[in-house]
Nanobody, 127 residues
Framework: QVQLVESGGGLVQAGGSLRLSCSAS????????VGWFRQAPGKERESVAG????????YYAESVKGRFTISIDNAQKTVYLQMNSLKLEDTAVYYC????????????????????WGKGTLVTVSS
């Protein structure tokens, strides 16, 4: 089991920045794909960014490309989502998720490719 805990959400003005963190309790993210998802009010949860277990180029949704950056620390215990130039439409609950070990399916950055989820952290962007 992997328990994930997000932090770093809050209220920020449009154009501002926030950094979200996701910590894996007891275990590490080693060998797992990791992703950030978000769910805005009245909308379905969507994938925002992801890192493959094998590294390589991260995945980003088109809506956040050039503004958000996903990274993982050297100890593979914490995943970050740096969010810059925030827009009103970025308001959502942000979730961290991790796959089963060594998973390499084509849906690795979709909800169905993730097995472990945090409880989410709220990001509110104001005008």
């Amino acid at each position: 089991q992997v328990q994930l805990v997000e932090s770093g959400g809050g209220l920020v003005q449009a154009g501002g920045s926030l950094r979200l963190s996701c910590s894996a309790s007891e275990r590490t993210f080693r060998g797992r794909n990791v992703g950030w998802f978000r769910q805005a009010p009245g909308k379905e949860r969507e994938s925002v960014a992801g890192i493959r277990r094998s590294g390589g180029i991260p995945y980003y949704a088109e809506s956040v490309k050039g503004r958000f950056t996903i990274s993982i620390d050297n100890a593979q215990k914490t995943v970050y989502l740096q969010m810059n130039s925030l827009k009103l439409e970025d308001t959502a609950v942000y979730y961290c998720a991790a796959s089963a070990p060594w998973y390499s399916g084509s849906n690795m950055f979709e909800e169905s490719g993730m097995d472990y989820w945090g409880k989410g952290t709220l990001v509110t962007v104001s005008s």
